[in-house]
């Protein structure tokens, strides 16, 4: 039963220190997504990536996160340095889009981070 | 430009009651639509999918949704409801006539399915 992984599944780490959230989409997948999930804010999108390459990253923080793919099988989101406001949960989604048709998104269990 | 509204933070329904949870949406081009379900400390889950086709879409554990293009909505929608129904439910939209776009889900609506 193929499944997007995410490790770890909780952290907490104190302000100014870095994070690093991996990511094993599901194999044979071409497009991959990051979001964070908040109470005030809802789920939102911080990255895009397909065939590895970062489409949108427009709603992540440049000045402290990162997001890259340096394989098929990983997916990074680094937040360097972290805030108290950065504490969220953060998923990693994973599909595919054939022909521009994008099909459903297969969604990580979640990162949940508490920055003190 | 796309976007998608779910009207209520929150649907109150008795079980074995039918269930309502409202989408409208908004594209330039043509829609491809999702709803996902999230139950506490999870990660969101598939449970249907409009692409093209036919407007009544059946997906997972007896939901269905129906796409209508004059009032732009694809409402999310079960005959008879069961407390194992509760959850937060997000609809999603991507305009089908842009390349790199990814999803835009709305703010979630919570189901709230009483014995």
């Known amino acids: 039963d193929a499944r997007v992984t995410q490790t770890p599944r909780h952290k907490v780490t104190e302000m100014g220190q870095e994070v690093t959230m991996r990511c094993q989409p599901i194999?044979?997948?071409?497009?991959v997504f990051w979001y964070r999930q908040t109470m005030m804010q809802g789920l939102e999108l911080l990255a895009y990536?397909?065939?590895?390459?970062?489409?949108?990253d427009s709603g992540m923080p440049k000045d402290r996160f990162s997001a890259e793919m340096p394989d098929a099988t990983l997916a990074t989101l680094k937040i360097q340095p972290s805030e108290p406001r950065d504490s969220a949960v953060y998923f990693c989604a994973s599909g595919w889009i054939i022909a521009g048709v994008p099909s459903e998104q297969f969604f990580g269990p979640g990162t949940r981070l508490t920055v003190l | 430009a796309q976007s998608v509204a779910q009207p209520e933070d929150q649907v109150n329904v008795a079980e074995g009651n039918p269930l309502t949870v409202k989408c409208t949406y908004s594209v330039s081009g043509n829609p491809y639509l999702f709803w996902y379900v999230q139950y506490p400390n999870r990660g969101l889950q598939f449970l249907l999918k409009y692409i093209t086709g036919d407007n009544l879409v059946k997906g997972s554990y007896g939901f269905e949704a129906e796409f209508n293009k004059s009032q732009t909505s694809f409402h999310l929608k079960k005959p008879s409801a069961l407390v194992s129904d509760s959850a937060l439910y997000f609809c999603?939209?991507?305009?089908?006539?842009?390349?790199?776009?990814?999803?835009?889900f709305g703010s979630g609506t919570r189901l709230q399915v009483q014995p």
């Open positions: 999603a939209v991507r305009d089908g006539d842009t390349g790199r776009r990814a999803l835009t």
């Open positions: 194999l044979g997948h071409n497009t």
């Open positions: 990536f397909r065939n590895r390459a970062p489409l949108d």
